[in-house]
């Protein structure tokens, strides 16, 4: 399906507001101007600035939508499902998991999905999942969710 100046527009203004709300909720840094809060509230308002300029578009080219050839196929419709669900999957499980297994099982299930072989998208999983596993827990320092059942040491 192909998304309108209107339909787009909208979703980046909802998207504008929630991330400006969610820079509220960050707390300041004392003696400082700028603090957690200050990146989230500029992106916000600049999306909710484009989602306005885009819904303003939109609605002066009129509403045609036009859907594509994928959009009738019920596989490719479930396929999406199937993306999102293993998303929500992954939020729900990496701490338990950890990052490592539940973004492997995500990795291999999404490549799955798309018609990957399996021995293929097994070896592109492991090595993405080491290569994230490593540049976040060694070079950039940020913990990633160790869970109970694999901890990695780095």
């Known amino acids: 399906m192909k998304l309108g100046d209107t339909s787009l527009g909208i979703l980046v203004l909802i998207g504008g507001l929630a991330l400006f709300w969610a820079g509220l909720g960050f707390s ?25 300029a885009l819904i ?17 196929d019920p596989g490719a419709w ?3 499902l199937s ?8 939020i729900l499980l990496a701490g338990t ?4 297994l539940t973004a492997f099982g995500l990795l291999v299930a999404l490549m799955l999905l798309t018609g990957t072989r399996v021995l293929t998208a097994v070896i592109v999983a492991i090595g993405t999942v ?3 596993q490593y540049s976040f827990g060694q070079l950039l320092r940020v913990p990633l969710p160790r869970g109970d059942l694999l901890a990695l040491p780095f």
């Open 56 to 72: 303003l578009s939109g609605r002066a080219a009129g509403l045609a939508v036009t859907i594509s050839d994928w959009a009738r």
């Open 97 to 100: 998991l950890g990052f490592a």
């Open 78 to 80: 479930a396929r999406l």
């Open 28 to 52: 300041p840094i004392p003696g400082q101007v700028y603090g957690a809060q200050t990146m989230p509230k500029a992106v916000g308002v600049l999306s909710i600035g484009l989602g306005l």
């Open 130 to 132: 080491t290569l994230v």
């Open 83 to 90: 993306a999102i669900a293993l998303i929500v999957a992954y």
